[in-house]
Nanobody, 125 residues
Framework: QVQPVESGGGSVQAGGSLRLSCAAS????????ISWFRQAPAKGREGVAA????????YYADSVKGRFTISQASAKNTVYLQMNSLKPEDTAMYYC??????????????????WGQGTQVTVSS
């Protein structure tokens, strides 16, 4: 099983932007989702955004709608998460997940079988 590889995390001030990348070699969004989750210290893993199917359907958590945008490269095995207007509460380790169990809910972490190692995002006030 090939793990996705995340990149692009870092430290920014509130109101700033970052773009995360997920290289999901061996996977595409065809009959699948490639998604971003995050986990802050002492909190559970939260679904942030997902891109699913060959049509590129996108889904977002309410907390990031209007600020984050998920997109995919033309090859469809690289997914980006553009994060704008970042807030201190966005601080977390961000994970890319794929190999989705079809029929499940995109934001449930148990529905994914391949996970990256994560990339840290820190937003200071």
């Amino acid at each position: 099983q090939v793990q996705p590889v995340e990149s692009g995390g870092g430290s920014v001030q509130a109101g700033g932007s970052l773009r995360l990348s997920c290289a999901a070699s061996g996977y595409t969004t065809s009959n699948n989702c490639i998604s971003w989750f995050r986990q802050a210290p002492a909190k559970g893993r939260e679904g942030v955004a997902a891109i699913c199917s060959s049509y590129g359907a996108t889904y977002y958590a309410d907390s990031v709608k209007g600020r984050f945008t998920i997109s995919q490269a033309s090859a469809k095995n690289t997914v980006y998460l553009q994060m704008n207007s970042l807030k201190p509460e966005d601080t977390a380790m961000y994970y890319c997940a794929t190999d989705f169990r079809l029929g499940g809910v995109w934001s449930t972490s148990e529905n994914y079988r391949a996970w990256g190692q994560g990339t840290q995002v820190t937003v200071s006030s």
